[in-house]
């Protein structure tokens, strides 16, 4: 049974750092691609950062420069250090892992809460 199981949000003044992290119970390796999406009442899930199995990231245009996704070597824990966030930012961030080679084997986090306010 895979868990994937998030920490790290909270409330954060503009400006502000966080740091998500997202830990993988199970079978979880470096043959799975990990990503952190959020969603925010009333709009679309919206997909964040993204790390490969080979080590490459992607980040959402809205982040990119501000935001760092890493993780660990044994590929089951996967961070999101957030800098300079921003009110828009506000949202529930979960963590996605996906294998490689069978996309049916896809698995979400409950969400950890952030909210950037003064």
């Known amino acids: 049974q895979v868990q994937l199981v998030e920490s790290g949000g909270g409330l954060v003044q503009p400006g502000g750092s966080l740091r998500l992290s997202c830990a993988a119970s199970g079978s979880i390796s470096r043959l799975y691609h990990m990503a952190w999406y959020r969603q925010s009442p009333g709009k679309q899930r919206e997909l964040v950062a993204t790390?490969?199995?080979?080590?490459?990231?992607n980040y959402a245009d809205s982040v990119q420069g501000r935001f760092i996704i890493f993780r660990n070597n044994a590929g089951n824990t996967v961070s999101l250090q957030m800098n300079s966030l921003k009110p828009e930012d506000t949202a529930v961030y979960s963590c996605n892992a996906r294998h490689q080679n069978h996309p049916q084997y896809d698995y979400w986090g409950q969400g950890t809460q952030v909210t950037v306010s003064s």
């Open positions: 790390v490969t199995s080979g080590g490459n990231t």
